[in-house]
């Protein structure tokens, strides 16, 4: 259904990279959320009258939650494609971020009402009541459920969208309460067993189970996570497919939304080349950026000697050192300075933030091992540097 509406009311649907693109996905998927989730709640509502089930009604009423979370992702997208402004000059991109923390906050307030009432249910069991409707409405709303995960998380990993991943977690987590509550059903109608309270229990820490995983979710970008790999590995092989370049460092990428990204970079470039033929090329790599990755992007030129045998070689050489003492260590930045009475050899090491080593472990092995180098008397001048990437 998702893919006919989509291509009847999204011109270019399929490119999802498309800021205004993602926007109707996201207001496409909100509209629909809301009007399955409304007819799962008068269906459920139903039944759960008819059965007396506290499992059922409850769960009815998280559907009700989840039209409101519907609610919610709409106006998310619809707020996170607004354009900048004085008071935004980046966007309003992390509103779709908002959005899904919104959801998941729904998802865990519903989990907890669930437990409650359970335990209540618990203390005052109740027989519930049965019969071939209350079934094929639960069994309905087990198929919608599974419907509605498949296209808000297939659509989540096209549009890498944290917030319509929530949304998607929560139809999961719908789909498996659900289940939990017409097995309740059944094993008390063939059994006599009154389980409803203690299914309640497990359906709503399940529930609050998948609003604490979709809330890290959507706090991390918030808070500024760590670019993926896929993103990271594309930038660098577009900036060093260009020959001017030799290599880059210190990659940061500012997230401010689902396809509004800021990067800055450092860009190695021969000291013997054209400055303004340099230059020139390094805007057009800029431009590439935002053609290709959407990405807005700043680079800084790093001139490196290219063309001084011993320097090359020294490069050569303490870059061995830097990998033979971690293979994760990276080096860049590296100048020589001569003097009447020893050589500094100048250069940055990214040490992660992983790594087992101290900086000043890093600083003291290093030192030592290029103090002991025999063809010269060369000094290590290092900083130490962090990987944003």
Known sequence: MITLLSSLFIKDHKNYTSPRVRQAYGMLCGAVGIGLNILLFLGKWLAGTLSGSIAITADAFNNLSDAGSSVITLIGFKLSGQKPDPEHPFGHGR??????????????????????????KLLHPEPIESSPVVMGILAASILVKVYMFYYNHSLS????SAAMNATAMDSLSDTVSTTLVLAATLISHFTGLLLDGWFGVMVGVFIFYTGINTMKDTIDPLLGQKPNEELVSEIEQLVTSHPVVYGIHDLIVHDYGPGRLMISLHAEVSSDGNLLEIHDEIDNIENELQSKLHCAATIHMDPIVTNDEEVVHMRFTVQNLVQQMDSDFKMHDFRMVKGPTHTNLIFDVVVPYKSPYTDVQVLTQLKEQIRQIQDGNYYAVIQIDREYC
Not at 157 to 160: A, D, F, I, P, R
């Open 95 to 120: 509103m779709e971020y908002i959005s899904g923390l919104f959801v998941s906050v729904a998802i865990l307030i519903m989990g907890f009402e669930l437990i409650k009432s359970s335990i209540e």
């Open 157 to 160: 990993k096209k549009l890498q």
